[in-house]
């Protein structure tokens, strides 16, 4: 049985619960000449979901006939490489971080046979083929440079739909191409809406006290929201265990209690246990754990970007006002490295450490 994030996805842009001025402005592009563009935003915000939804309204419910193919594409140095497409009639669909390196050869040999071909269905609403592009921002830079020539060669039979969390990777050229076009997290009451449309069309009542705690752990992140419900809904279909005077719900701050009262994914867990461990110790010992902690979480592939955020989240609940404007600092400080480096676990060790010389200091009067 599907999932409920899957189950109660909108399909058409008329469903989509928030942004009504996106799907306005959607819907008045559809009509017209549709442009390349590019949606970003955080991730669980609703991006792909607006996207299909846009393809619906391009092309009718024949897009969401869809087929994986499997292709086999020659690198430059004649390996054989064997990628899933995903397509219908009217569109196909890559995520380059699935042929690793050879992102350029795949993009290129993509485009470039869905240009050519003419558009097959001769009652088609329009006469140009559609190329997603998922977690466009991992494209490497000579895809990007291949990506941007094909764009500009075979604009009358093609249009490229990037979606990404972020505009800063994506070249200068490319974006100069495409309309952005930015999905913003929901808010916390657009969340519990939504939780509430999907608990009323499973029949299950859901306390409003707990859909806000649920909204609130997810930070804007609807897919987790909605999982997360689903969880907790499994565990306890009355929801007796969350109590209306949850800490979080009066408070808004999390304490070392909450961690495992509120359904969340392991790894989130184990990274707030970390963020405790350099709150609670502040030694080369304790700096060595966190840095073992920090391991066990990359080698799960928990992006370190992802691992950092949920620490400083935590952090930011547990320390002092004085403090927090110095963690938001750091935290973004090291963002900016871990972005530019490769070696993240070096990052991420060095803000443990300098979290933990702040914090010490803090707590013992000194200041910088
Ligand atoms: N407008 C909406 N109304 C109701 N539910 C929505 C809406 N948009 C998205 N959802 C729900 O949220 C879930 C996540 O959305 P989606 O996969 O589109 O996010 P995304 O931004 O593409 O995430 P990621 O960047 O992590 O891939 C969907 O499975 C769907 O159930």
Known sequence: MALWVDRYRPRSLGDLDYHPELSDRLRALAEGDFPHTLFYGPSGAGKKTRIMATLRELFGPGVEKIRIEQRTFLTPSKRKLDVNIVQSNYHIEITPSDVGNYDRS?????????????QVDLNAKKRFKVVIINEADG???????????TMEKFTSSLRV??????????????RSRCLLLR?????????CKVLQSVAKQESVGVPDHVATLVSRISYGNLRRAILSLEALHTQDPSFKTIKPDHSLLSTGKQDSRDIDAVPRPDWEKYAAK???????????ESLLAVRGMFYELLVHCIPAPLVLATITRRLLDRVDEDLKADVAYWSAFYDHRLRQGSKHIFHLEAFAAKIMTIHKQHSLGFTE
């Open 139 to 149: 494209l490497s830079r000579d895809a990007q440079s291949a990506l941007r020539r």
């Open 183 to 191: 999905v913003g997290a929901p808010s916390e009451e657009q969340i």
């Open 274 to 284: 970390a963020a405790e461990r350099i709150l609670s110790e502040q030694s080369p």
């Open 161 to 174: 739909i990037l979606c990404a969390n972020s505009t800063s990777k994506i070249i200068g050229p490319i």
């Open 106 to 118: 795949v993009v290129q040999e993509v485009l470039k046979d869905i240009a050519q071909t003419q």
